[in-house]
């Protein structure tokens, strides 16, 4: 009898669990990548060794040639896996002159113009506009004197919209076993981006250093983080997804401080505030919808 409570305790709030156990591995790993590849081979044989690896790990893990696919779920998954490559080179291409958090707080705008553009209630924009406070709070425009890169924001915001496109076409492939979609989703990104790594980097990809950190950061960055974001989606409407995922700008920050010894202002501390109070307000307020949207968008 009092397993039951609990259990539809940890059922409504596994989404947002999913997310910020997504977020934190993500942020861990992508600080590995940047300091420990990026000067061995580059933004782009960083984005091959983490995205390749990935897809053996997940495809090694699940077996998805065990499902049968459907023309149709085949074309949402290469879609899918394609918008997560496309994500995945342009963040890295964009972490080469912008700081992690600000290239992370610009690519942003993908998922939050998601949330804005498909909002059907008034309550998602209080979240929306919580999350946008917290995300302006962190960019340091300005700051010193400093200016952006204008090539780095511009593969920042190639990110953005490829993370757009990915919470579409990754809620289209959510009916799937999030095994099946995420393993053959990695398979089509790894398509994409490794080629391009091994046109940039060549054989320093082959060293044992790059292949042996290229794992972990994979398992860590990539194949841990994707996989449980599909579960997410399978539970949210990608509204409420694109919300609670602005957790990471936060997570990130706090990661920093923890791995590198960056200290965060007042400000930024209050960001975090506004940011979380985002993501868990949409988990708690997407729990009741989500269960509908299961119900009923097979027709959609």
Request: hydrophobic fraction near 60%; include cysteine; charged fraction near 10%.
């Amino acid at each position: 009898m009092s397993a039951s409570p609990l259990r539809s305790l940890l059922h409504r709030f596994f989404p947002f669990l999913a997310v910020l156990g997504s977020v934190t591995a993500l942020g861990i790993g992508t600080s590995w990548a940047k300091h420990w590849l990026f000067p061995v081979v580059g933004a782009q044989g960083t984005t091959a060794v983490r995205v390749g690896f990935s897809a053996l790990l997940v495809l090694l893990l699940w077996r998805p040639w065990r499902w049968h696919l459907s023309r149709a779920d085949a074309r949402a998954v290469m879609l899918y896996g394609a918008a997560l490559g496309g994500m995945n080179l342009m963040f890295y291409m964009s972490l080469r002159t912008l700081p992690f958090g600000l290239a992370v707080a610009i690519e942003f705008a993908g998922p939050l113009a998601m949330a804005i553009w498909s909002s059907r209630r008034a309550v998602d924009f209080v979240w929306v506009a919580l999350a946008i406070a917290g995300l302006g709070m962190l960019l340091p425009l300005g700051l010193n004197g400093s200016t952006l890169d204008p090539v780095g924001v511009f593969y920042a915001l190639g990110a953005a919209v490829f993370w757009g496109l990915y919470i579409v076409f990754g809620k289209r492939a959510g009916h799937l076993h999030a095994g099946h979609s995420v393993s053959l989703g990695l398979l089509v990104a790894a398509l994409v981006v490794v080629p391009v790594g091994v046109a940039h980097a060549g054989a320093a990809l082959l060293s044992p250093t790059v292949l042996l950190i290229g794992v972990a950061v994979a398992a860590v960055s990539s194949a841990i983080p994707i996989s449980l974001e599909m579960m997410a989606l399978k539970r949210l409407p990608k509204e409420a997804f694109g919300i609670m995922i602005s957790m990471e700008p936060a997570v990130a920050a706090l990661v920093a401080m923890a791995l590198l010894g960056e200290h965060l202002s007042a400000v930024q501390w209050l960001a975090i505030g506004c940011i979380m109070a985002a993501s868990m307000g949409s988990a708690m307020t997407a729990a009741r919808p989500a269960a509908a949207d299961r119900a009923a968008p097979q027709a959609a």
